[in-house]
């Protein structure tokens, strides 16, 4: 299986807002509400900022949004700071009981 | 605080085997899937497998299926990865994670270890 497609890289300035996709298919993004968005430093371990599509985990700032339209979802990144600049993954079950990510992408603060 | 700590990383000729561990400590190991996931230098993330709490459930990815497997020791509050067949596009570094509530299978992930990296080369 393929990965679920993200765009390369996404820009903004500070206190803008950015939006990321993430495409896949009805087998895996449109067929359940298991999406997930990690977040990645150069280095580090990635770092869950939405589970189910819009959950929060604890401590995770309500910048951070998540929504799904069909077989496609997106995270919303509000307010855009400098420590939000890193690599971001989406993840989704799919029907063929594995787990796909993202192609990843590359978020910039200008 | 909860913690997983891999071991076992290193270089490795094609063909041959290696064995990763994952420790943890902090929390109830036994209630918890476990799964591993890779990334190869530069590249995304990939799923690797998962095991469920008590060992009953495992599923792995299609790239790896047939040639890893994975086990765990709650006695030891471990996790395993044995990796048999290694080819040079399994370099990566691999990480383990842990389910975010008990009763999950699939994910998310909300603790990982800090990786241990795989060189498959000969």
């Known amino acids: 299986q393929s990965a679920l497609t993200q765009p390369a890289s996404v820009s903004g300035s500070p206190g803008q807002s950015i939006t990321i996709s993430c495409t896949g298919t009805s087998s895996d993004v449109g067929g359940y509400d298991y999406v997930s968005w990690y977040q990645q430093h150069p280095g580090k371990a990635p770092k869950l900022m939405i589970f189910?599509?819009?959950s929060r985990p604890s401590g995770v700032s309500n910048r951070f949004s998540g929504s799904k339209s069909g077989n496609t979802a997106s995270l919303t990144i509000s307010g855009l700071q400098a420590e939000d600049e890193a690599d971001y993954y989406c993840s989704s079950y799919t029907s063929s009981n594995t787990l796909l990510f993202g192609t990843g992408t590359r978020v910039t603060v200008l | 605080q909860v913690q997983l700590v891999e071991s076992g990383g290193g270089v490795v000729q094609p063909g041959r085997s290696l064995r990763l561990s994952c420790a943890a400590s902090?929390?109830?190991?036994?209630?918890?899937?476990v799964h591993w996931v890779r990334q190869a230098p530069g590249k995304g993330l990939e799923w690797v497998a998962l095991?469920?709490?008590?060992?009953?459930?495992?599923h792995y990815a299609d790239s790896v299926k047939g040639r890893f497997t994975i086990s765990r020791d709650n006695s030891r509050n471990t996790l395993y990865l044995q990796m048999n067949s290694l080819r040079p596009e399994d370099t990566a570094v691999y990480y383990c994670?842990?389910?975010?509530?008990?009763?999950?299978?699939?994910?998310?992930?909300?603790?990982w270890g800090q990786g241990t990296l795989v060189t498959v080369s000969s």
């Open positions: 189910e599509v819009s």
């Open positions: 902090g929390f109830t190991f036994s209630a918890y899937a």
């Open positions: 095991i469920s709490y008590d060992g009953s459930n495992k």
């Open positions: 994670a842990r389910d975010l509530e008990p009763v999950l299978l699939w994910g998310p992930f909300d603790y």
